[in-house]
């Protein structure tokens, strides 16, 4: 890992000190590591190695968020060493000759290990922070509950418990968001899609005609996050064309086995501290059905934030509280654990 992200150090711009130069203790690399047997794209950034680490697991499946997180919350990067990892399948880690067959849970767990593994080996840390987002939060909690001793702390956002129910509970939030707007169009769509379970491809209706009814699909809306996408130089307009193809490629590979996951059963006992980090405008995995599984979680300590102006993505809806209760609640938590140097500078 080590050499493969060196040779590509220029993917990603250095942290700099006073004086100009590269700021002593910093990394900023990026570059292609085998995880699993298939290349894929990982990105590791702080200004300290000394502080802990933080892995973010995107959501999706196959739908990659470093630019968002970058965008809205890389002053985190002073406070963790934040490792950015696209996903087997996903933006700069697709490829076409990625076998459908591996495209499964049990393969993103062991390609998550193998990652874990390489950053404990090469930031000298025990145990790394998780923060999963949408379907990195299932991720991320069957991770932790698979391998605890490597897991300082857990953060989910937008986070999945009983997926059926938060389908359920998003389908009839959209039929009844329809009525309201009494827009027939949409009722139309909905009606003719039915209540889930649905095929991935009805599910890109149900979410496709949601983000409209909540106003999510204007064209400045879209401007906008394009401009996110291609504003930190990581990624290019290749890489957006991978994205969306990556998208497709692993959520039609995918939904059918992880719309089932119910945490509930699965992970009914974490061993670290968890934080779920809510949005209460979140309509695609209603918050109700994330408090819920918390509510049932065995964990040592167990945290819920709500964010009242959020959607299904708080750090970027809301991002300075986010990061605010990152450093405030999680922060000490992970240095704890594991080893760390101070907080950011001011």
Do not use: C
Request: a neutral charge; charged letters at 20%.
């Amino acid at each position: 890992m080590i050499a493969l992200l060196r040779r590509s150090r220029a993917e990603t711009a250095p942290f700099l000190g006073p004086d100009g130069g590269v700021l002593d203790g910093s990394i900023a690399e990026a570059g292609y590591v085998t995880l699993g047997g298939v290349r894929q794209w990982v990105m590791v950034r702080g200004a300290n190695v000394a502080n802990p680490v933080l892995i973010f697991l995107h959501g999706g499946p196959g739908f990659s968020e470093t630019r968002l997180f970058r965008h809205f919350n890389s002053a985190l990067e002073e406070a963790f060493t934040v490792v950015y990892w696209d996903q087997r399948g996903t933006a700069k880690s697709f490829n076409s000759a990625i076998p459908r067959a591996s495209m499964t849970v049990e393969q993103f767990l062991l390609d998550l290990d193998a990652l874990v593994e390489d950053v404990r080996a090469r930031l000298r840390t025990e145990r790394v922070t998780l923060f999963g987002h949408s379907w990195g939060s299932a991720l991320g909690v069957l991770y932790a509950h698979r391998f605890p001793g490597k897991v300082a702390a857990y953060v989910g956002s937008g986070q999945v418990g009983d997926w059926p129910a938060a389908e359920t509970a998003s389908y009839a939030y959209a039929l009844g968001e329809a009525g309201r707007q009494r827009n027939r169009e949409a009722l139309k769509t909905l009606r003719a899609i039915g209540p889930p379970p649905h095929t991935a491809q009805d599910l890109w209706v149900q979410r496709t005609t949601l983000q409209r009814l909540d106003g999510q699909l204007s064209a400045g809306a879209m401007w906008r996050l394009g401009r996110i996408f291609l504003g930190g130089g990581e990624y290019s307009v290749l890489d957006l064309a991978k994205l969306l193809r990556g998208f497709k490629f692993s959520l039609d590979a995918m939904w059918s086995e992880v719309s089932r996951i119910d945490l509930n059963e699965l992970a009914p006992r974490l061993e670290m501290p968890v934080f779920f980090f809510l949005g209460r405008q979140d309509h695609w995995v209603p918050g109700e059905i994330s408090a819920a599984y918390l509510d049932a979680l065995d964990a040592p300590s167990k945290e819920l934030v709500w964010f009242e102006q959020s959607g299904h993505e708080p750090f970027a809806d809301e991002p300075e509280k986010f990061n605010a209760s990152m450093l405030e609640l999680v922060w000490p938590v992970a240095r704890a654990a594991g080893r760390g140097a101070s907080l950011p500078r001011e």
